[in-house]
């Protein structure tokens, strides 16, 4: 009966040895498939194709942003010293005429003082000077000017360089000559701070109608 359980015994010890040496076994080629793991390089991401500028389009809208109006321009498009260069509308007969007298007598003032053209507007406040021909000839702070008339009478008016206008005075003067919408004038520089003021009336056109 000893020798049995000695047998027994001895049995049960080799059994549990080989499990012992099964688990060092897994757990030796467990750790080492974790350092082959760790090795191996990881693989680099394909640089996606470079695209030419020229190649892309304009930027997409939403939908919302694409049905919204294009905004306006609010640049000034007038030229220096000519009426020409505004928008294209219908122009009434009697302001035209009065405009192309004015653009005559410009061109014949020639260059030696600047000159510009305004055809009047219902506007009596102020009167707007083309933002071209006051960055380049008028006075950068606000100044006193004088207006003298084909009579040689003298008008005094206030000139704000942040509007580009005439304003304080201007009214007295508009009202003294009863100017009125479709009257053209022409504004010739003589001195830093003094405009020659010549009219033509939008009326004179229906005096010369045949």
Same mark, same amino acid.
């Given at each position: 009966m000893a020798e049995v359980n000695s047998y027994e015994e001895l049995r049960r010890k080799q059994v549990e040895g080989n499990k012992r040496k099964l688990e060092e076994l897994r757990l030796h080629h467990l750790s080492a498939a974790v350092r082959e793991a760790g090795a191996k390089p990881k693989p680099k991401r394909k640089a996606p194709p470079r695209r030419d500028i020229a190649d892309v389009g304009p930027p997409r809208r939403s939908g919302r942003i694409a049905t919204l109006p294009e905004q306006p321009d609010y640049r000034?498009?007038?030229?220096?010293?000519?009426?020409? /260069?505004?928008?294209?509308?219908?122009?009434?007969?009697?302001?035209?005429?009065?405009?192309?007298?004015?653009?005559?007598?410009?061109?014949?003032?020639?260059?030696?003082?600047?000159? *510009?053209?305004?055809?009047?507007?219902?506007?009596?406040?102020?009167?707007?000077?083309?933002?071209? *021909? /006051?960055?380049?000839?008028?006075?950068?702070?606000?100044?006193?000017?004088?207006?003298?008339?084909?009579?040689?009478?003298? *008008?005094?008016?206030?000139?704000r360089p942040h509007s580009s206008s005439l304003n304080l005075g201007w009214r007295d003067f508009v009202e003294d000559h009863e100017l009125v919408d479709g009257d053209c004038l022409v504004f010739q520089l003589i001195k830093k701070t003094l405009f020659k003021v010549y009219i033509f009336r939008a009326s004179s056109y229906y005096d010369n109608d045949d």
């Open positions: 000034d498009n007038v030229k220096l010293g000519t009426v020409k /260069s505004q928008k294209k509308k219908e122009v009434k007969p009697d302001h035209a005429y009065a405009i192309s007298k004015a653009e005559e007598l410009q061109d014949e003032l020639g260059s030696d003082y600047p000159t *510009f053209v305004k055809s009047m507007t219902q506007s009596l406040t102020m009167l707007y000077i083309p933002v071209q *021909f /006051s960055m380049e000839h008028l006075p950068d702070r606000d100044t006193k000017f004088s207006l003298v008339d084909d009579d040689d009478e003298e *008008f005094y008016t206030q000139y």
